[in-house]
């Protein structure tokens, strides 16, 4: 629960950035569906200033996407879940790790293949 109340807080943070990026843009559209009563919920809205973001989930996590132009006119686009796991982000433009060197790929690979043998010493 703590960890949707964080997702949430950064979402409001990200909406209060927005507004003062473009403080006349208007809503295009908007959709919220109440929570049911096994915690269940969903929502999507657009903007005029290219904002976009829907959500759906429950209390044992959400999946969703938000959109948005930079000031420097570049689109973002971002899917995600938020889970026990915590919030994991996908897009074209976060960060990845670099990809494990040949070598070591190869080493894995034999370490894998002849697991170190236990030497039993006698007393």
């Not at 009563?37 to 903007?47: I, Q, S």
């Not at 290219?50 to 938000?66: D, F, K, L, P, R």
């Amino acid at each position: 629960m703590f960890k949707i109340l964080i997702l949430i807080t950064i979402l409001v943070a990200g909406a209060v950035y927005a507004d003062n990026i473009d403080k006349d843009a208007e809503i295009l559209s908007y959709k919220n569906d109440e929570a049911d009563a096994d915690g269940n919920f969903n929502y999507a809205f657009e903007t005029s200033n290219g904002i976009q973001q829907q959500e759906a989930g429950n209390i044992q996590g959400a999946a969703g996407s938000y959109a948005f132009v930079s000031p420097e006119g570049e689109k973002f686009f971002i899917t995600y879940t938020a889970d026990e796991n915590g919030f994991q982000p996908s897009g074209d433009h976060l960060p990845t790790p670099p990809p494990i060197p040949e070598a070591i790929l190869r080493s894995l690979e034999y370490i894998a293949a002849h697991p170190p043998q236990q030497i039993i010493q006698k007393k």
